[in-house]
């Protein structure tokens, strides 16, 4: 049985296969992608440890140019694939270890290169002091347009969110009708290791929404990829 030390490591998971080819390591104002998440990772001074986790030599070669001092968590093909899951990724690198670990695993997207510092180092410290009643922290931002006006089609026919709703009235009001609704910034996210390894979940069921305020960007697509350069470029 391994102890437990009251620590944050930080894991940046970065795997090779992306819908846009070589996402991770496309370069975004002259450098690669990930090397963003690696600086702030390094720049917070949050972390005991700091994880880059690929499938790929390639990505790790890049990574370690970055900074030397990363470890390496090199993962198989079955935890790769496009349908892998977060959590696969943090419990194949958990099962590993053989010394100790961290109370806490901090999640850093590569996709986002936009973080801002003082965030990171908020969240971890707010995550320290209430650890204790929940089982994960996720930075949040407030969506301009409530999910409750969002639509699917079913068969060409719009509907709500909500099974077999097609009454369009009762959701087409001001907005200010709705409650606030958030989606996730991945800005930075914080899981307890007990809660990993017991209950095979990262966030568990008692997650505490950090509303984050800042710009933030996630990755996917060329236009996303313009987007994270006007930003940078422009500071705002």
Sequence with gaps: ML???NECWALIPARAGSSLKNKNIKKLMGKPLIHFSIETAFKSKCFRKIIFSSDSQKYIDIALKKNKNLEIHKRGSKISSSTASEFSVFYDYILKQKKYL???FAHLRPTNPIRDLSTVRDVVKKFYRISKDYTS???VSEMSNPSFRSFILKKNRIRSLMKNDFDMDKYW???QFFPKTYFGSCTIDIYKTKNILKNKSLFGNKIYGY???N???DIDTL???KYAKFILKTGI
């Design 215 to 217: 710009i933030s960007v």
């Design 137 to 139: 922290i996720r930075t």
């Design 211 to 213: 509303i984050d305020k």
């Design 173 to 175: 009001v001001p907005r």
């Design 3 to 5: 102890d437990f030390k």
């Design 102 to 104: 961290p109370l806490y």
């Design 223 to 225: 236009d996303d990829f």
